[in-house]
């Protein structure tokens, strides 16, 4: 399914929010309730762009999130992230998630038909989204 398709064809209970500075789209977040996790939320997907990181606009993106995931019933938060990216590592635990889990997944070698590659990645958890929520 196309990145297009998939926005046209969201799920009531999924969101993407959009950071915008002049007018130009510089990040984005997306999420809903987690995948086979009953009860926890979870940040799908977040970016920014490089020359945009260090401003606040990820904490925005991720405690707007948080915010959603809450308004919809859903109290913890999950976010994946590869084991080996250590700048997103470090970035959700300075917002406080902790490090609960990992698991091996597998990623398309730089075009669609390249071979997929294996992944080690770290799930990392908010039980409780207060702080976040309130950042």
Known sequence: M???RWLREMPADQFVLVAER???VVGFSGGGPARGEPGMGEV???YLLAEHQGLGIGRALM???ARRLHAAGLRGLLVWVLREN???RAFYER???VAEREK???VYGGSSDAPRLPVIETGYV???TAPLRGR
């Open 2 to 4: 196309t990145r297009e």
């Open 104 to 106: 091996e997944d597998a």
């Open 22 to 24: 002049g007018g130009e």
């Open 63 to 65: 405690r707007e999130s």
């Open 126 to 128: 908010w039980k409780d």
């Open 44 to 46: 799908y997907a977040i």
């Open 86 to 88: 250590a700048p997103a």
């Open 95 to 97: 917002l406080g998630g």
